[in-house]
Nanobody, 119 residues
Framework: QVQLVESGGGWVQAGGSLRLSCAAS????????MGWYRQAPGKQRELVATSTSDGSTGYVDSVKGRFTISRDNAKNTVYLQMNSLKPEDTAVYYC?????????????WGQGTQVTVSS
């Protein structure tokens, strides 16, 4: 019943921008920590950006100042605005929804969307 539907990936030249979207259903979105991860060929999946239910955000150092995570709780959607893209940003980007409490929790992933940045 849970779905994380990603969109917005594609091909851009270095210096360009993309906005990724992840529409969630079947979860308690407003209480969930949302995140974006990426995995490049031959590399381990890494955390790129997070947005917690209390409004806190965080970024991996390599994207600070270029990427912005945001969420719209009314639309159950989390976004990743990516500016000044570099070839090293090329990866499959995954949406994540996570909730951990004493009595209930979940950890879900989207299907991934390809981002390719040409040099």
């Amino acid at each position: 019943q849970v779905q994380l539907v990603e969109s917005g990936g594609g091909w851009v030249q270095a210096g360009g921008s993309l906005r990724l979207s992840c529409a969630a259903s079947g979860i308690i979105f407003s209480n969930s920590s949302m995140g974006w991860y990426r995995q490049a060929p031959g590399k381990q999946r890494e955390l790129v950006a997070t947005s917690t239910s209390d409004g806190s955000t965080g970024y991996v150092d390599s994207v600070k100042g270029r990427f912005t995570i945001s969420r719209d709780n009314a639309k159950n959607t989390v976004y990743l605005q990516m500016n000044s893209l570099k070839p090293e940003d090329t990866a499959v980007y995954y949406c994540n929804a996570r909730l951990i409490t004493r009595f209930f929790g979940y950890n879900y992933w989207g299907q991934g969307t390809q981002v390719t940045v040409s040099s």
